[in-house]
């Protein structure tokens, strides 16, 4: 029996992952972003530097060491590390991450995370352009979202007569979770005026303005809808924020902003998607690609035409047991669309049968005349 909040992903389940990571990761490639692996462990002071209060109680630790809960803080301390770096250094990362809390739907203890950063550069360019990628990617997708912005010097100029002001972030972080009479519940126990929360309900872009200059200069040039409620859960964010929505689940599938000054770093910023809560509202239509090879009494004339396809770059599965052609054939469309089938007539003539399993159609050509792109 698997733990709680952590899954098996295998056959039709682990296509679909990696197709959802294949279409991010063509985008982090094409804009320009660098490939980055960082071990699961960090030291336990490294990933508690940066991680806020909260984050303490969701690492999973062993002695002095802890498993990763994200990909920002591995990034940050790589680039302390390195300080010969050119930048800007633009990274992405696609692997798991893991938090010990409690599991609930959509909410797992190990988890595959998609991050693009951005280490040097000041200019709100930067975040134009991971919000932009980001539009592009859902797009390929086919997953329509919504993009929600906030700004960490218009909730600190909000907040600054508050003595709690990492409880009060992390109050308003939970909106979307428990709803506005929740919030104003939790924010009266500390003796905070709950009527903040209706304020902010009636609050406006323009609105920003008299708070923070900088803020509202920057979200006006981003493309996503202005939400005073988004704070993001870590402490260490100190610009604009993002969050990515989609109705089809009751929780964010990505997020990231500004985190300028971590480790020493003087300009960052990043975005994250969320692999796993992608995949369980990705609408997948089972693809499948490859070539199963079947064959009677003639093997080594199916390992031939096997050669033949994967010389062309065709995933090939060759039959490898002394079976029935009925059982060959359940065996493969467990797992392929097309099946090539051949037999003592077809290495005498020079032909194979090309059959399409999900649309219960075959051919017999000519070995000739065969050609194995049509299967891509």
Do not use: C
Not at 151 to 160: D, R
């Amino acid at each position: 029996m698997i733990p709680a909040g952590f899954r098996d992903f295998s056959l039709d389940a682990y296509r679909k992952k990696y197709h959802i990571i294949e279409i991010i990761k063509k985008y982090f490639v094409l804009y320009g972003y660098q490939p980055l692996e960082t071990p699961a462990f960090e030291y336990l002071s490294t990933l508690t530097k940066k991680g806020g209060e909260e984050i303490k109680e969701q690492i999973f630790y062993f002695d002095d060491l802890g498993l990763r809960f994200d990909h920002t803080v591995p990034l940050m301390r790589f680039v302390s590390d390195h300080l010969e770096l050119p930048k800007p250094f633009k990274r992405y990362a696609i692997g798991k991450v893991w938090r010990n809390e409690e599991p609930q739907k959509m909410r797992y203890r190990e988890f595959t995370q998609a991050d693009a950063d951005i280490i040097g550069v000041k200019e709100i360019y930067a975040s134009q352009e991971l919000l932009e990628m980001t539009y592009k990617v859902f797009q390929e997708l086919n997953l329509p979202i919504t993009i929600t912005i906030n700004h960490k010097a218009f909730l600190e100029e909000l907040a600054k007569d508050i003595e709690d002001k990492g409880f009060f972030f992390r109050t308003l972080d939970k909106m979307d979770r428990f709803g506005k009479e929740w919030v104003k519940k939790e924010l009266s126990k500390k003796g905070i005026n709950e009527t903040i929360v209706d304020e902010l309900e009636q609050m406006t872009l323009e609105d920003v303005k008299s708070y923070s200059e900088k803020a509202y200069q920057d979200l006006v040039s981003l493309p996503g809808q202005f939400n005073p409620f988004l704070v993001r859960g870590l402490d260490y964010y100190t610009g604009e924020l993002f969050e990515i929505k989609t109705t089809k689940a009751h929780v964010s599938i990505g997020g990231g902003g500004r985190y300028d000054g971590m480790f020493g770093s003087d300009y960052n910023v990043g975005i994250s998607y969320g692999v796993d809560r992608i995949y369980d509202i990705y609408p997948w239509n089972g693809e499948r690609k490859g070539v199963f090879v079947a064959w009677v009494k003639e093997y080594n004339y199916a390992k031939e035409i096997a050669n033949i396809l994967r010389n062309s770059g065709i995933q090939t599965q060759l039959n490898l047991q002394e079976r029935s052609l009925k059982k060959q054939l359940e065996y493969a469309s467990k797992f392929y669309n097309w099946v090539i089938i051949v037999g003592p007539r077809d290495k005498e003539a020079k032909t194979l049968t090309l059959r399409n399993l999900k649309e219960s159609k075959e051919k017999t050509i000519k070995l000739e005349e065969f050609n194995p792109t049509e299967l891509q």
